[in-house]
T-cell receptor, first 109, second 116 residues
Framework: QQPVQSPQAVILREGEDAVINCSSSKALYSVHWYRQKHGEAPVFLMILLKGGEQKGHDKISASFNEKKQQSSLYLTASQLSYSGTYFCGTQEYGNKLVFGAGTILRVKS | EPEVTQTPSHQVTQMGQEVILRCVPISNHLYFYWYRQILGQKVEFLVSFYNNEISEKSEIFDDQFSVERPDGSNFTLKIRSTKLEDSAMYFC??????????????FGPGTRLLVL
């Protein structure tokens, strides 16, 4: 069963912040976040492991709440280059990733 | 920086024809995957491959699909008799350590398959 992402789409101005959520009804081992630009391959952003950790680099960070089986991706002081579709991929067992439907992020100048 | 490569970048075929999509995973990676993405939709898992055999496959991966590692570097996806609904972007991915459930999967640039 695929994870549920919200919102479906968000439009920001440069410098604004955004939060993208990913939730699952299943117990997860990990959550993987990817960004995909139109016509390109998904680019790995980060992995969140069960245990409720939080990670980040630059102005993009994420958290994983194991009890709620929910992960959130935080984009602060957004830049034009952040535009794209953000997918969360979840791992329940095995190695396959089950992706959410994606969140379209558009940053305007 | 090492990367996953895929060929061809685009493939147009007639319905019923066989196609082979090729991938060269990152050289020290041991776990390989195929995913597909129908235009405008999410990325869907097809199959994972480790130690020369299929590790896991989705319900999409029916008898029309097969995977092979014909030599030490290539990893292929064959669709025996293509259907219109096979039109999609096909992504190959690889990861380093199959023993870890938290390994990063690196995606190739994709092959856009169009079945007419």
């Amino acid at each position: 069963q695929q994870p549920v992402q919200s919102p479906q789409a968000v439009i920001l101005r440069e410098g604004e912040d955004a939060v993208i959520n990913c939730s699952s009804s299943k117990a997860l081992y990990s959550v993987h976040w990817y960004r995909q630009k139109h016509g390109e391959a998904p680019v790995f952003l980060m992995i969140l492991l069960k245990g409720g950790e939080q990670k980040g680099h630059d102005k993009i960070s994420a958290s994983f709440n194991e009890k709620k089986q929910q992960s959130s991706l935080y984009l602060t002081a957004s830049q034009l280059s952040y535009s794209g579709t953000y997918f969360c991929g979840t791992q329940e067992y095995g190695n396959k990733l089950v992706f959410g439907a994606g969140t379209i992020l558009r940053v305007k100048s | 920086e090492p990367e996953v490569t895929q060929t061809p970048s685009h493939q147009v075929t007639q319905m019923g024809q066989e196609v082979i999509l090729r991938c060269v995973p990152i050289s020290n990676h041991l776990y390989f995957y195929w995913y597909r993405q129908i235009l405008g939709q999410k990325v869907e898992f097809l199959v994972s491959f480790y130690n020369n055999e299929i590790s896991e496959k989705s319900e999409i991966f029916d008898d029309q699909f097969s995977v092979e590692r014909p030599d030490g570097s290539n990893f292929t996806l064959k669709i025996r008799s293509t259907k219109l609904e096979d039109s999609a972007m096909y992504f190959c991915a690889s990861s380093e350590d199959p023993g870890s459930l938290q390994e990063t999967q690196y995606f190739g640039p994709g092959t856009r398959l169009l079945v007419l």
